[in-house]
């Protein structure tokens, strides 16, 4: 499963980055609005600290299927090459997908996703992702999980090769969910990416060796400090 950072703010990505095995970020508008200005400038700025290798998702506003293939040319244009054209999974969404997939090698990944059918249309539609929201799905009394596991069943009995990108995680119990099933991604926000690792007790046992290690070496000698 690959993990994408779920936010736009650099100082947090660039601090991930040092820590994790990112493949990439993902963008909303709800995300850019926090940052504000050109949106293409933060974009850029997120382009070249993941590498032009990695996952880059952007996602169009536009309302009417024509202009929504025009805003995905126009993000590709500007983003180049693994950058990926967020399209909500509606029906003037299903119908730029279609037409970005007779027309052009742009990527899209279907977001908005609540639904297992939902899913499969985008699916259908040649998206290469479809991102169900599991949190948003839990807080309408469904099961986020449930839905992102039957998407994996739908794909994989249908012998699709559209991938998932769960997003929208309140916690990493969620995440760990998917974990076990191996959906293809996750994007995070910044916070659920020290949720995994964060564990009190964990620091506890690395602090114990190092000072049981100090207490017949001496402070703040290391292995270094011996031949
Ligand atoms: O980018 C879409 C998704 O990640 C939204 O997450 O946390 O706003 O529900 P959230």
Same mark, same amino acid.
């Given at each position: ?142 099961? %986020? ?7 994996? =069943? !739908? @794909?994989? *009995?249908? /012998?699709?090769?559209?991938? #998932?990108?769960? +997003? ?13 099933? %191996? ?7 910044? =916070? !659920? @990416?020290? *949720?995994? /690792?964060?564990?009190?007790? #964990?620091?506890? +046992? ?22």
């Amino acid at each position: 499963m690959k993990l994408l950072i779920d936010d736009a703010h650099i100082d947090a990505i660039e601090k991930i980055c040092e820590l994790f095995p990112v493949a990439g970020v993902t963008t909303n508008p709800t995300i850019l609005a926090k940052i504000g200005g050109n949106p293409f400038d933060t974009l850029k700025e997120i382009r070249s600290l993941i590498s032009e290798e990695a996952d880059l998702h952007v996602q169009a506003v536009s309302r009417r299927a024509d202009d929504i293939v025009a805003e995905a040319r126009h993000i590709t244009d500007i983003l180049g090459a693994n950058t990926f054209v967020k399209i909500p999974a509606v029906p003037e969404g299903f119908k730029a997908m279609k037409t970005l997939l007779e027309t052009s090698e742009i990527l899209v990944t279907a977001t908005a996703v609540y639904t297992p059918l939902q899913a499969f249309v985008a699916g259908q539609c040649g998206a290469a992702y479809v991102a169900p929201y599991v949190n948003r799905i839990d807080n309408m009394g469904f099961d %986020g999980i449930r839905v992102t596991r039957e998407i994996k =069943e !739908i @794909f994989s *009995a249908n /012998i699709m090769e559209t991938e #998932i990108i769960a +997003a929208s995680f309140k916690n990493a119990q969620q995440l760990l969910e998917l974990c076990k099933c %191996g959906v293809g991604a996750a994007t995070l926000a910044p =916070e !659920i @990416f020290y *949720a995994m /690792i964060n564990n009190s007790a #964990i620091d506890s +046992a690395v602090e114990h060796f190092v000072d049981d290690f100090e207490s017949f070496a001496g402070k703040d000698k290391t292995m270094l400090d011996f031949q």
